[in-house]
Structure formats: structure tokens, C-alpha cells
């Protein structure tokens, strides 16, 4: 059984750092089709980074380009999401997520969820 487990969030000023951790258990995690997404209330669910095939080609949204950047350690089995320069509008749930089902793994359509975590920053 696959589960997925983020870590990292809470409170963070504007211009500050947080990085994330996804443990992943059941599955072991290689650079196919994984990624982290976010999603505020009332809104949908947005991909923001993810590697979309096994070499490692990585792929973000233009909203988080030159400030995250994924990445993930095979040995322990964790997926990485380094966020810097954080903005008030990065204030939002956080998910990993595992199998993507669409060839643009920005698309949040993927086999597993972990619970989602939440990042505050505030201005």
C-alpha cells in the first residue's frame, strides 16, 4: 500500500525558505511522473512541480520558476520541494503526489495523495 507523507510547512515571512519532505512508502520513488501541487480554499488544485520522466526532466509552474525547485533523494525514498523567496500568494495546502495519468505531470491527475500540509506566509 502506497502512502505519502509531507513535512515542512507552517509559517514563513515573505522572502524566507521553507523546504518540504515527502516520505513515500510502498512504492519506490524514481523520477517518473511525481510531483507537488497546492491548493487554496475555494480554489482548484495547482500543479507546481514535478519530474515528468525517469531521466529527471523536471517541469514547474511559471508562478514558482527560479524560487522552487524539486528534487528527491532514492536512498531514503523522499521527495524534496525547496522553496525560496516565498510570497504571500504561496499561502496554500501543499500535496505530493505519485502516478501521474497525464503526459503534462503538472496536471493533477495521479494515482496517490498524501494529506496535504499547510504553508503561511506572511507579508
Known amino acids: 500500500q502506497v502512502h505519502l507523507v509531507e513535512s515542512g510547512g507552517g509559517l514563513a515571512q515573505a522572502g524566507g525558505s521553507l523546504r518540504l519532505s515527502c516520505a513515500a512508502s510502498g512504492f519506490t520513488l524514481d523520477y517518473g511522473r511525481i510531483g507537488w501541487f497546492r491548493q487554496v480554499p475555494g480554489g482548484e488544485r495547482e500543479g507546481i512541480s514535478c519530474f515528468r520522466n525517469s531521466f529527471g526532466a523536471t517541469s514547474y509552474a511559471d508562478s514558482v520558476k527560479g524560487r522552487f525547485t524539486i528534487s528527491s533523494d532514492g536512498a531514503k525514498n523522499i521527495l524534496y520541494l525547496q522553496m525560496n523567496s516565498l510570497k504571500p500568494e504561496d499561502t496554500a495546502v501543499y500535496y505530493c503526489?505519485?502516478?501521474?495519468?497525464?503526459?503534462?505531470?503538472?496536471?493533477?491527475?495521479?494515482?496517490?495523495w498524501g494529506q496535504g500540509i499547510e504553508v503561511t506566509v506572511s507579508s
Open positions: 503526489a505519485l502516478g501521474a495519468y497525464e503526459t503534462d505531470c503538472l496536471q493533477p491527475r495521479y494515482a496517490y
